[in-house]
Every structure is written in structure tokens, then in C-alpha cells.
């Protein structure tokens, strides 16, 4: 694969947080394709650094389902079925919605501030990658208050695992409107701690990404370099 940096960025040194970091933005913004093979050797080469921290970066993108290693070709950028990005909608509704269980009656002013204020940097924006950032702090806003740390590591590491194949599949605009206003439903639930609405509200939200997989085209054959 070729990955492209400026002089600039092309300085030894970088660590495997750093390169971990590049290689995740590249992948997500789609300029490393599903599919497409990642070889130690030529990293190393491109970040002007050992093997060690790039093979320490792609065991990191591998935990977060970004890769998978195929026999005899080592690390690939992950592809996921639509059965398989369901089932993972599916764990996000279950993880989710003891969340939201746990935070609404200890969600603030400040909180709801907070949620509105993602709300409207969401319809301001003209950018699809910050969509997706936007719609995971919206929903991290809401669920921060359960006080359960690993609960929302899960959370945001099962969002973000699933995030590329999602923008692979969908289309950018694809329900952008109804998802702003379901949003905008689930923080008037909880600032009306109305827990049983808002975690319906919060299932049927995740189920329409469900309803659009499964109508969405076959994934696009790998791409990249």
C-alpha cells in the first residue's frame, strides 16, 4: 500500500499511539480501502521507524476491528457483512440502553446544554466524517453520567469498529435528517426523564441503520492502493 506524508510528517521518532492514530484516520476516512493490505516493511519505511511500533499499531487496529490478519497476507483492513454490522447494532442497542438506563436520573443542566450544543454543531456542519464524530459525542454526552467507564469504552469501541463499514454501505445523507430529529427526541425524553421513552426511542433510533443495511447494495469490491 502507499501511504502519502510530507516531509514533514515522514520523521522517525513517531510512536505507536502516533501511527496507530494516522493509519485509524486514513482507514475511516476511506483514503485505505476495505480490503486492502497492510505491510509492516513498507510502514515502517513510510513513518521512518522500526517494525515495532507498527506492528504494535496494527495489533491496536485489529482490537478495534479495523483489521484482521488472512493467511499469507498478514493485516487487512477489515470487511463486515451486513449480518455481522446487524449483530453489532445489536450490541449497541443492548450496551446502550443500560447506559442511558443508568445516566438519566443523574443527566444535569449542563449535560442537556451539552447535548443541544453537538446538536447544533451537527446541523451546521457540511462534512460527513464529523457527522459520524458528532453522533458519537451526542450519544457519549447522554450516556457519560452512568459512571461506568468500561460500559462506555465498549461503547465507543463498538461505534467506531463499525463506523468505516457503515459509510462503505450507506450513503453520507442516507436518513441524516430523520437521525437529527430522532436525536433531538431522545434528549427531550431524557430531560423529561422519561426513562421507558427514551430507551425506546434509543432502539428504534439504532434499528433504522438495521433497516437500512439491509437495503443497501452488496459491499463495494476492495479498493485501495
Known sequence: MTVRHSP???????????????????????????GVQLKQEALAKRFGVSRIPVREALKRLEAEGLLHNVARQGA?????????????????????????????????AVDFAAARDVLQRHEASDVPREWAELNLEFHTVLYRACNRPTLLKMIAD??????????????????????????????QACEARDTSRAINLLEAHIEHTQTALRQAPPIPAPFGF
Open 76 to 108: 487487512v483492513v477489515a470487511a463486515k457483512s451486513v449480518d455481522d454490522l446487524v449483530e453489532t447494532l445489536d450490541i449497541r442497542i443492548a450496551l446502550e440502553s443500560r447506559a442511558l438506563t443508568l445516566a438519566i436520573p443523574h443527566l444535569s
Open 8 to 34: 514533514a510528517q515522514a520523521t522517525s521518532g513517531l510512536t505507536a499511539e502516533a501511527i496507530t492514530r494516522e493509519l485509524r484516520d486514513l482507514i475511516l476516512a476511506g483514503s485505505i480501502g476495505v
Open 158 to 187: 463498538t461505534v467506531k469498529g463499525i463506523d468505516l463499514h457503515l459509510r462503505v454501505l450507506l450513503s453520507h445523507s442516507v436518513g441524516r435528517k430523520s437521525s437529527m430529529d430522532e436525536h433531538a427526541e431522545i434528549l
